[in-house]
């Protein structure tokens, strides 16, 4: 009698989970979440928020604040440090710290 009560705790412990479906679920939309931000807005702040990968999705120049963009600058002019390893630091492309490098240079007050 016991293994048989024994047998049905292992059925009931084996029985696969139901599939995830999304009906029902509303899109993170400003009107539905706390925040009151958008789906895309969500996004692009988890992705600025998680650590650098091997595979990132690298930002552009209008995503870049401007204090980011000094500290881009200063971060090149520290010795041994390559342009490529601070493209990846700040996920961006490393022809774009080189473009924001050589600008500074051309025109420093700005």
């Not at 139901?18 to 996004?43: D, F």
């Not at 595979?55 to 604040?65: A, E, Q, V």
């Not at 500290?71 to 490529?84: C, R």
Request: aromatic content about 4%; hydrophobic content about 30%.
């Amino acid at each position: 009698m016991e293994a048989a009560a024994d047998d049905n705790q292992v059925d009931n412990d084996l029985q696969e989970p139901l599939p995830r479906q999304r009906t029902g679920h509303k899109r993170s939309k400003a009107a539905h979440n706390v925040e009151g931000i958008s789906e895309g807005a969500l996004k692009r702040q988890r992705q600025a928020e998680d650590a650098p990968q091997r595979y990132f999705k690298k930002r552009h120049l209008k995503d870049l604040g401007e204090a980011e963009v000094n500290e881009i600058i200063a971060a090149t002019k520290l010795p041994y440090s390559f342009q490529k390893d601070v493209a990846k630091q700040y996920r961006i492309s490393a022809k774009l710290v080189g473009d924001l490098v050589r600008e500074s240079v051309k025109h420093p007050q700005r």
